[in-house]
């Protein structure tokens, strides 16, 4: 990967393929007579079995392309592919395959739902990927393991800490095992050593191929990956990798110390 | 995802809110209820009544005074213009149809009875001294009245089984005086219970020559005028027979029914009624319809957020459609199924007052109807659900 990251990124894959990729991509709100333009003309390709961070502050359009890209909305001009299938013209059941096969999705405010517990909200898209029920339990399980909840399997999300309710939703985003997982500020949430254990479990997870976008406006989260994508009023401004990548397992022990500090 | 999934997705969603989805099942169930029981009810009334026509036997004829067989409005049943028919009409046909068929003038009202200091009031039945042979009835003790009572006037009594237990218990009241509408009366006979019938209870009533009968009530006029053909083949002839003698006198206005024809009159008027309090059962069950369709309604935009995580793991717009028809479904027919319930245990308590019959059809037309009405009512809602946008869903609050 060059260090200067061109925004036509094709040539930023190098040998890689690339798993998602946006061209042209622009988004338009119509709120009554005024026409916001939340994307404004947005190219990104996102490399097979990478760490990226879509960054920027608020009202930059990075959760608009988040979305685009995760298929849950559709650009207005602009096209999206994954892992090369053009999928801008689908209709909302195939996208929906698509988003369950191929994408897992991580929250801000985690969006479990309530009342089922952890076990099943992890097997939920397994559910709609019409996967039977003991290989869906067994799955789900692994995946729950995986981030380190295998004792929590029955517990309803109300009775999990605000962490590791982020874990049940990073499993429930796994449990397919999808090319590619969207983390929305995925540690907005949270209190600073549940983040940290947050971010080392999506690295541990991009270490093991998955690719992983993080949404975020925080610098010091947006470190974790190994390149920055920065948006600002709905154009990419810079596409840049990270000189001093940060690695959650290993600040761990720091921001222990300091939580504990501030807490005595 | 199947369908089983669906429906454990649905039984989830409606246990997470017991008391809602209780309420809910509630107007189903009332509705159903009320199905099941009123067609009970009349189902019941109408095999009674044919049971206690067919009791008398199949070679009746009743004469009613006014014109009943242009069909309903036609005539009128008995207005007041109409002329009735008296003791002499009846004595008339007997001479004209010969006297191997039975004629009975027949008069009913109220009577107010006394033995000592116990008074009740009850029905009389009068007619003359063929009564006993075309209505049946058998004597448990005594006699019936003759027809030199019947000529004569004499004041003599037979009792139902009701009255001879209320004013004699444990006695025989052959021959004891009994007070009616303050005359004194002899009681010549008593009868075994017969059970409800057409005219009432039968039980609670008693038997008197009907030139007696006319005095009490004070008219001359007779309500009816009934007919034993000796075969049931001669009915149809003497149907004709009898519009031959009553013409002249009457023209129109009288009608003759044979008892299939009696029969068919009141299975029509009681299937009607039935059908009619099946219809106002109805209403009430989609009522519980539409009660449904609000909760459902509530339901998909309280659950927007969840329809939208839903979607976004990957959910279809079938996948959301069915969750949420299930939902109603579920509603619907569980309420059913315990409406069928409280209906048929309904209708067995009811039988003490009423005769009540749980049907088969009526049990499948509420059951399939309240079904009906969970998938009508909640494919609106179960749509709206599955259109929603993935991620307006996802930002509702």
């Known amino acids: 990967m060059s260090e200067t990251g061109g925004i036509l990124s094709a040539k930023a894959c190098d040998d890689a393929r690339v798993v998602l990729e946006a061209r042209g991509v622009t988004k338009t709100y119509h709120l009554g007579e005024v026409d916001v333009h939340a994307l404004r003309g947005v190219d990104l390709s996102i490399c097979d079995g990478r760490m990226l961070s879509l960054m920027g502050p608020s009202g930059s359009g990075k959760s608009t392309l988040m979305h685009i890209i995760g298929l849950l909305d559709r650009p207005s001009e602009g096209s999206v592919s994954v892992e090369g299938e053009e999928v801008s013209q689908m209709a909302p059941n195939e996208l929906a395959a698509v988003r369950n096969r191929r994408i897992g999705f991580v929250f801000q405010s985690f969006n479990l739902l309530s009342r089922t517990s952890a076990l099943a909200n992890v097997e939920l898209p397994l559910v709609y990927s019409g996967v039977s029920g003991s290989e869906r339990s067994r799955r789900a399980r692994a995946a729950l393991e995986r981030v380190g909840l295998g004792d929590r399997l029955g517990h309803l999300p109300n009775q999990l800490s605000g962490g590791q309710q982020q874990r049940v939703a990073i499993a429930r985003a796994l449990v397919t095992e999808p090319s590619i997982v969207l983390a929305d500020e995925p540690t907005g949430n949270l209190d600073s050593v549940s983040g940290v254990d947050v971010m080392t479990i999506l690295q541990e997870l991009n270490t093991h191929g998955i690719t992983v976008v993080l949404v975020t406006h925080d610098d010091t989260t947006a470190r974790h990956a190994e390149r920055i994508v920065r948006l600002r009023d709905g154009l990419v401004v810079s596409d840049e990798a990270v000189a001093d990548r940060i690695w959650a397992a290993e600040r761990r022990d720091a921001v222990v110390e300091e939580a504990g500090g501030v807490q005595a | 995802m199947n369908l089983v999934e669906s429906m454990r997705i649905a039984l989830r969603a409606l246990n997470a809110n017991k008391v809602r989805s209780a309420l809910t099942m509630l107007g189903v169930i009332i509705g159903v209820a009320?199905?099941?029981?009123?067609?009970?009810?009349?189902?019941?009334?109408?095999?009674?009544?044919?049971?206690?026509?067919?009791?008398?036997?199949?070679?009746?004829?009743?004469?009613?005074?006014?014109?009943?067989?242009?069909?309903?409005?036609?005539?009128?049943?008995?207005?007041?213009?109409?002329?009735?028919?008296?003791?002499?009409?009846?004595?008339?046909?007997?001479?004209?149809?010969?006297?191997?068929?039975?004629?009975?003038?027949?008069?009913?009202?109220?009577?107010?009875?006394?033995?000592?200091?116990?008074?009740?009031?009850?029905?009389?039945?009068?007619?003359?001294?063929?009564?006993?042979?075309?209505?049946?009835?058998?004597?448990?003790?005594?006699?019936?009245?003759?027809?030199?009572?019947?000529?004569?006037?004499?004041?003599?009594?037979?009792?139902?089984?009701?009255?001879?237990?209320?004013?004699?218990?444990?006695?025989?009241?052959?021959?004891?005086?009994?007070?009616?509408?303050?005359?004194?009366?002899?009681?010549?006979?008593?009868?075994?219970?017969?059970?409800?019938?057409?005219?009432?209870?039968?039980?609670?009533?008693?038997?008197?020559?009907?030139?007696?009968?006319?005095?009490?009530?004070?008219?001359?006029?007779?309500?009816?005028?009934?007919?034993?053909?000796?075969?049931?083949?001669d009915v149809e002839v003497l149907q004709r027979r009898i519009r031959q003698v009553l013409s002249p006198r009457f023209g129109d206005e009288f009608s003759v029914f044979s008892q299939e024809q009696t029969l068919g009159i009141f299975q029509q008027i009681l299937g009607t009624l039935t059908f009619m309090l099946a219809g106002i059962a109805g209403i009430s069950l989609l009522v519980g319809g539409i009660g449904i369709m609000n909760i459902m309604l509530v339901s998909v935009s309280e659950r927007t957020r969840e329809i939208g995580i839903r979607k976004a793991v990957g959910a279809r717009t079938y996948d959301i459609m069915s969750q949420f028809v299930i939902e109603a479904v579920t509603l619907s027919v569980a309420g059913g199924a315990v409406g069928i319930a409280i209906g048929a245990a309904g209708a067995r308590v009811l039988t003490q007052w009423v005769p009540t019959e749980v049907t088969a059809w009526a049990v499948a037309l509420a059951f399939t109807f309240s079904a009906g009405v969970g998938i009508f009512f909640g494919v609106y809602p179960a749509y709206k659900a599955s259109r929603l946008d993935p991620i307006e869903a996802l930002r509702y609050e």
């Open chain 2, 34 to 233: 009320a199905v099941i029981l009123l067609v009970a009810i009349g189902t019941g009334v109408q095999d009674e009544i044919t049971g206690s026509i067919e009791g008398l036997g199949s070679n009746l004829i009743f004469i009613f005074a006014g014109n009943f067989e242009e069909g309903p409005g036609g005539g009128g049943p008995g207005g007041i213009s109409t002329r009735q028919f008296s003791i002499e009409d009846a004595e008339l046909l007997q001479r004209r149809l010969g006297s191997e068929h039975a004629v009975v003038p027949v008069i009913q009202g109220p009577l107010s009875l006394r033995v000592g200091n116990r008074t009740m009031r009850t029905t009389v039945a009068a007619g003359n001294e063929n009564a006993g042979e075309v209505f049946g009835g058998d004597y448990l003790g005594g006699r019936g009245y003759r027809r030199s009572e019947v000529s004569a006037g004499a004041r003599v009594i037979v009792l139902g089984a009701t009255v001879r237990d209320r004013l004699f218990p444990n006695q025989d009241p052959v021959g004891e005086t009994i007070s009616v509408n303050g005359q004194r009366f002899t009681v010549i006979g008593h009868v075994a219970a017969q059970g409800g019938s057409l005219t009432g209870d039968q039980d609670n009533q008693v038997y008197m020559p009907i030139t007696v009968a006319q005095r009490l009530i004070g008219t001359t006029d007779v309500g009816l005028i009934a007919v034993k053909a000796a075969t049931p083949d």
